[in-house]
């Protein structure tokens, strides 16, 4: 069975500080997609990085960066100059094939929440 | 943008009550998705439909059902409400084929139901 682990249930980080966002998964299947998703008090779950298996380079968008240790299953996402706005739930996510009919679906960890302090 | 929507923001119901949730998407995907999020249990998946009238039991589709008569909407139904209901409801859709950066699923703001 695939499975997704985030260790740190909050984190708090001074703002303009980064913080890393743990995330280990694991898996048997030799292809498989990375996801971090941000869920602020909205409750809107919003895209942030994707990583494929395959990618030679680690995932980059804006001031997030996901780094991506493959032989340690990791994939955590890092938030560079933290801003009051990135106080959120942080959800990492994979890929997992559903059945033999080509369709898959997104597995969840518990997600982090971070607190951005000023 | 993709827009989803989901109906309710918040729903209290008593116990034995039956309970739609809707959801729409305004960008012709072909793929919905029910989601339940707990706290310390993240999002675990209740139900999948490929396409119209089609549906797949997701992790947890236990104490749920769904449709999807049309392409745009997906409703989850709760035939019979529990207290262990309670909980918050996420729907999602995406593009048919596989998960990529170009092919996420886009969620709604959630359905928060408590159940008394």
């Known amino acids: 069975a695939q499975k997704i682990t985030q260790t740190q249930p909050g984190m708090f980080v001074q703002e303009k500080e980064a913080v890393t966002l743990d995330c280990t998964y694991d898996?048997?299947?030799?292809?498989?997609?990375l996801f971090w998703y941000k869920q602020p008090s909205s409750g809107e779950m919003i895209f942030l990085i994707y990583q494929g298996s395959y990618d030679q380079q680690n995932a980059t968008e804006g001031r997030y960066s996901l780094n991506f240790q493959k032989a340690r299953k990791s994939a955590n996402l890092v938030i560079s100059a933290s801003q009051l706005g990135d106080s959120a739930m942080y959800f990492c996510?994979?890929?997992?094939?559903?059945?033999?009919?080509?369709?898959?679906?997104?597995?969840f960890g518990a997600g982090t929440r971070l607190a951005v302090h000023p | 943008d993709v827009k989803v929507t989901q109906s309710s923001r918040y729903l209290v119901k008593r116990t034995g009550e039956k309970v739609f949730l809707e959801c729409v998407q305004d960008m012709d995907h072909e793929n919905m998705f029910w989601y339940r999020q707990d706290p310390g249990l993240g999002l675990r998946l209740i139900y999948f439909?490929?396409?119209?009238?089609?549906?797949e039991k997701g992790d947890i589709p236990e104490g749920y059902s769904v449709s999807r008569e049309k392409k745009e909407r997906f409703s989850l139904i709760l035939e019979s409400a529990s207290t262990n209901q309670t909980s918050m409801y996420l729907c999602a859709s995406r593009m048919t084929g596989g998960f990529s950066g170009a092919n996420v699923l886009t969620f709604g703001a959630g359905s928060r139901l408590t159940v008394l």
């Open positions: 439909s490929y396409d119209v009238k089609m549906k």
């Open positions: 996510a994979m890929r997992e094939a559903l059945g033999g009919g080509g369709y898959n679906k997104l597995i």
């Open positions: 898996t048997s299947d030799p292809s498989y997609g």
